[in-house]
């Protein structure tokens, strides 16, 4: 009997003690999950930025933060209505009337070249570039060019945005390109053989495939524009609570109910803000940044493997689809 009555005591304490346990810990979990915050106060008075999809999400708060520091933001994306919204949201909340959207679609590269040409036509200079737009567990799709849609509009719209660009950037350097990848790309591959995800498709792995994309994107970048004053570095923004997830009613649930182990869109764009902004990173590039702090030179597990994957870029972009966007 006092055997029974311990063990409902123990039951007690434990359904009691760990509720308890939890709001004590809650502030701390909060403080990890958030991450780092930006604390350069560099201003960006006459400076110019697009950000890819900010009309929502990490790619928002990025701009607000830019035109909160003085610069030109130009919002590329392809809901020109909430685009619109967000600018205005901006404007008036940071007192910066230089914040305009221009429409862009990642997954059509004639809007993508017709972006560019209107932007090359308006815009004299461009020091920041940073491609965040993206899209995650899309059921199987293809762009308007016949790409599957993860690679097509995490990667290859983004490669395209990027070449018609860089010219842009070299005459406006300093000037940095900021790509938003995901520690995801650690499971990616570049399936040669399925491109487009036509024998075998797996909506997850697609989206891991299209970040460690933009990792070797990002590093082969790097090398390309040394000695240019054009820097290029790639980040994980960490789990956010967006939009990114709208293609998995499963994942939505998931994130409602976990949200408050995710990252807010403000806490999730502060690496972004920082690869954009902060002082030291003038020369630096080639980088990984995740909780704003660089993650050492861009890898994909063992030394073996980051070798292998590189000598499948260059191979890329000698023979693969590059030729038929450029």
Known sequence: MAA??????????????????LLVAAPYI???????RCESAARLDGKAAVITGANTGIGKETARELARRGARVIIACRDTAKGEAAASEIRAETGNPQVVVKKLDLADT????????????????????????????????????????????????????????????????????????????????????????EKSYNRGLAYCHSKLANVLFTR??????????????????????TELVRHSLAMMWLWRIFSFFLKTPWEGAQTSVYCAVAEELESVTGQYFRWVQADGMMYCGRKPCWLRKQALLLFFIKKGLCKRLV
């Open 4 to 21: 029974g009555v311990s063990c409902w005591g123990a039951a007690l304490g434990a359904a009691v003690g760990f509720p308890l346990l």
């Open 220 to 241: 082969e970048l790097a090398r390309r524009l040394q000695g240019t004053k054009v820097t290029a570095n790639a980040l994980h923004p960490g789990s956010v609570h």
């Open 110 to 197: 004639k809007s993508i070249r017709e972006f560019a040409d209107n932007f090359l036509a308006e815009e004299k200079e461009l020091h920041i570039l940073i491609n965040n737009a993206g899209v995650m567990l899309c059921p199987y799709s293809k762009t308007a060019d016949g790409f599957e849609m993860h690679l097509g509009v995490n990667h290859l719209g983004h490669f395209l945005l990027t070449f018609l660009l860089l010219e842009r950037l070299k005459q406006s350097a300093p000037a940095r390109i900021v790509n938003v990848s995901s520690l995801g790309h650690h499971g990616g591959r570049i399936r040669f053989h399925d491109l487009n995800g």
């Open 30 to 36: 909060r403080r990890f999950v958030a991450g780092g």
